[in-house]
Every structure is written in structure tokens, then in C-alpha cells.
């Protein structure tokens, strides 16, 4: 029974493609909303498994939870963005593609081989290259080439480390290589490790090989980028996390994670485009997210990244908001204080992706922040500067953007409620978290 659900959520956004002549981005609604049902089935009856065929457990249901909503609200979103917008595809090749791609994380979230996990990952790269250039612009044909080259020779050295981790085990099942009596310290696996830090790292965004995200996530149309970093990279750090589980190099993960954040906070301080600025928030997020695995703050960890998708995906819908209605990227003011939706979706997503309390990102990197002060002072004091510096330069140049100015702007309503309602579900995590645990 579990099986044939698991499948279903595999399935069901590749059946949406059917109706690629006709009425194909209703079908992208209806696909992720029996998504987001399946997920819900699977988180409320806890219908975890480990078969031939897939590998899912608890964590995996919360990712499969995150992904599934993520996709729903980024569908809903794209029907009006899509509107009156000159693109380099089709809106039917547009809704093909995000179909395709959520499809491509579901299996490399579900399946119980290594190998297999890691064609998901490929797959992801394969349909997101045309959903970078989709508005045919220069600077995203550019973007969308630099992601192409880094991330291929990023997935590249992903595939080496998977073949690594076969000569040792003779197999690429999932729960057999977790439950194996392995030693951790043996040099194979510990090349196996440190490569997938380069390869699916290039894909979680950290350093120095996430030169591509600014780029493609300030290029890509609105609700794409929120995949990106909502989603994609997350789902990059699951696979990542299981290999890391194989060989725990806590030192070389946990000092490239802070190098991570380190050059993230200082690029946002300097930013003048609102989703390059928001790019590199995620880079923050993300190798935080890494650091919390790699210390063992799993329940941190998971709390922050799907605090983090809601939050993200409402900063970018909102941006979306803004760039059509102001025809530019720039840090201004524009006084979108005069609006219904989008001064309240953009000040909730600031303050959501900057650990701001109550949401539930804030409990998420506290807990993160407990545990490695166990560990490393000094890290926990790095972290502790160049948080602040990014919470500082966020919520400054997002300010400016909401209270200066007094530009007349007209506003879609439907894409400002999605951008809301996303910026509002993270912060309700928070809420509930807290209010749980008080």
C-alpha cells in the first residue's frame, strides 16, 4: 500500500503533462494540490518504509511535505506571473518543465539507491537549465550557461563519490549502506565524503563552488527561484546528509559551512538587486542547515529548512510582485507600503529568512546554535557576527524598499495572497513551536 502511494507522488505531476495542448497549468494545480494530500497521508499515519524499491523515513516525510507545498504554491503563482510576459518558452513547456522537475525531486527523495538518487539529482538540473532562461533575457541566457557548466561538473564529482561508495559496500541500497558495519574512517569512504562536499555541495550552495545561485536564482522567473532555494537545494542537502552519515568529516563540513556563511553575509551587505540579495540569504540558510546536520541538530536542521522554504518562497513571490510591477530588480524605494499584500508578504519573508522571533526558522537556527556552542565556542562566536550582519543588511535594504518612496503601484491580488499566506506559514511553525514547547 505504501508502495503504490509513493509512486502516486511520483506519477502524479508527470500524468499534469498530459494535458500539455490544453488546460496543462490547471492540471499543475490539481497534480501538486493531490501531492500535497499524499504527503499529508503519508506525515499524519507516519508511513515510513524501507523496501527494495524505496527508503522513506521520518525526515523524509517532512522534506516530501515541504516539496509538495512548495510546488503547489509556485504553481499557483506562475498561472498570473505568466501573464503578459515575454518568454523564451511557452507557458505550456513552462508547466512541463516545473512538472518535471518536482517529479525529479520526489524520486530522489523516495528511491533506496544511491545511484538512482543521484540520476534524480541530474534529472532536477536537466529541466531547471530552461526554467533559468525562460524569460530570454542576456543576463539569463549568461546565468543560465554558468549554471549548466558548475553544476554539471559539480554533479559530475557527486557521480564519482557514489562510485566510491560502491567499491566499498559491492551495493548502492540506501538502507543497506546506513545499517552496514562500515568503518568511518576508512580512505574511501572518506574520499567518498569529502567529493559528494564538492559535488552535491555545489548544488546545497556552499563555497567557494555556489557561484552559480545568484546568478540563476536573480534570472530565473519568480516562482522558479522560490524552488530553487525553497526546495532544490534542500532536497541537495538530504543526499548530501546521507553520505556524510557514511564517513562523518565533521571538521572539513562544518568549517566550509561557515566559510559559506561568512562570504554570504558579507555579499549581502553589498547587494543592490533584491534577488541576488535573497540568493545569497539562501546560501546562508542552507550551509547553516549543513552545520546542524553535521553536529547532529537534525530536528534544527529540519525545522529551519522548512521554515526556510516558506519564508524564502514568500521573498521571492514578493520580489516577483515587485519586479512586475516596477519592471526592475534594483534596491529602491518604491514605497510598497501603499499596497494590500506585497509590504506584508516581503517585511514577513525578511524577517522569516533572518531568524527573526517568533518564526520558526529563529527556533531552528537557536537550536542549531545550542548544539555547536557544545562543541566549538569559536564557531558559535563567527556565527553569532556574520548572523547578525546578515539579519542587519536583509531587513535594512528590504526597509527601504517598503517605507521610502511613493511610487503608485498596482499589484496582482491572487500572487499577493500566495506571497502571504507562504511568508505567514513559516511563521506560524514558529508560533506553534513555541507555544508547543512553552
Known amino acids: 500500500m505504501e508502495s503504490i502511494i509513493i509512486i502516486l507522488l511520483i506519477i502524479i505531476p508527470i500524468v499534469a503533462n498530459l494535458f500539455f495542448f490544453k488546460g496543462i497549468k490547471y492540471s499543475t494545480i490539481v497534480a501538486s494540490a493531490l501531492d500535497v494530500i499524499i504527503s499529508l497521508i503519508l506525515f499524519l499515519f507516519n508511513l515510513t518504509l524501507s523496501n527494495a524499491y524505496f527508503f522513506i523515513t521520518k525526515i523524509t516525510i517532512y522534506f516530501l511535505l515541504m516539496v509538495s507545498a512548495i510546488y503547489l504554491l509556485s504553481s499557483i503563482f506562475s498561472v498570473n506571473y505568466l501573464k503578459n510576459m515575454k518568454t523564451k518558452i511557452s507557458e505550456r513547456q513552462y508547466f512541463l518543465l516545473l512538472n518535471f522537475f ?13 545511484g538512482l538518487m543521484w540520476v534524480g539529482i541530474e534529472a532536477t538540473t536537466i529541466s531547471t537549465i530552461l526554467l533559468v532562461i525562460v524569460e530570454g533575457t542576456e543576463a539569463s541566457l549568461e546565468a543560465g550557461w554558468r549554471y549548466t557548466i558548475l553544476v554539471s561538473a559539480g554533479v559530475t564529482f557527486a557521480f564519482l563519490s557514489v562510485i566510491f561508495i560502491y567499491y566499498y559496500f559491492h551495493t548502492l541500497t540506501i538502507s543497506t549502506i546506513l545499517l552496514d558495519d562500515k568503518n568511518p574512517s576508512s580512505l574511501i569512504l572518506q574520499l567518498a565524503s569529502a567529493i559528494a562536499l564538492v559535488g552535491f555541495g555545489t548544488k546545497v550552495g ?7 545561485l545568484p546568478d540563476a536564482h536573480s534570472e530565473a522567473p519568480a516562482p522558479v527561484s522560490a524552488m530553487f532555494s525553497g526546495v532544490l537545494l534542500p532536497v541537495a542537502l538530504y543526499v548530501l546528509y546521507i553520505i556524510y552519515q557514511i ?19 558579507l555579499m549581502m551587505a553589498s547587494q543592490t538587486n533584491f534577488k541576488r540579495l535573497f540568493a545569497y540569504s539562501t546560501i546562508e540558510n542552507m550551509n547553516l542547515a549543513l552545520l546542524g546536520l553535521t553536529y547532529g541538530s537534525i530536528l534544527g536542521a529540519i525545522i529551519l529548512l522548512i521554515s526556510h522554504a516558506f519564508g524564502k ?8 510582485l515587485v519586479f512586475k510591477m516596477v519592471g526592475d530588480k534594483k534596491i529602491d524605494g518604491y514605497g510598497l507600503w501603499r499596497l494590500k499584500y506585497t509590504p506584508y508578504s516581503l517585511l514577513l519573508s525578511s524577517l522569516a529568512v533572518t531568524g527573526t522571533p517568533p518564526f520558526g526558522t529563529f527556533v531552528g537556527e537557536f537550536l542549531i546554535l545550542s548544539t555547536i556552542l557544545r562543541f566549538s565556542i569559536l564557531q558559535f562566536i563567527i556565527l553569532l557576527i556574520f548572523l547578525a550582519i546578515a539579519f542587519i543588511s536583509i531587513n535594512f535594504h528590504i526597509s527601504k524598499m517598503i517605507f521610502k518612496g511613493d511610487r503608485q503601484l498596482m499589484e496582482d491580488k491572487v500572487m499577493g495572497l500566495v506571497s502571504v499566506i507562504s511568508a505567514a506559514i513559516s511563521l506560524g511553525i514558529g508560533v506553534y513551536i513555541l507555544w508547543w514547547v512553552l
Open 313 to 320: 518562497a514568500g521573498a521571492f513571490y514578493s520580489s516577483g
Open 247 to 265: 564517513s562523518p568529516l565533521k571538521v572539513i563540513y562544518s568549517w566550509f559551512a561557515i566559510i559559506s556563511i561568512i562570504v554570504a553575509s
Open 102 to 114: 518536482s517529479a525529479s525531486m520526489f524520486f530522489a527523495l523516495v528511491i533506496n539507491n544511491l
Open 206 to 212: 556552499v563555497f567557494p563552488v555556489n557561484t552559480w
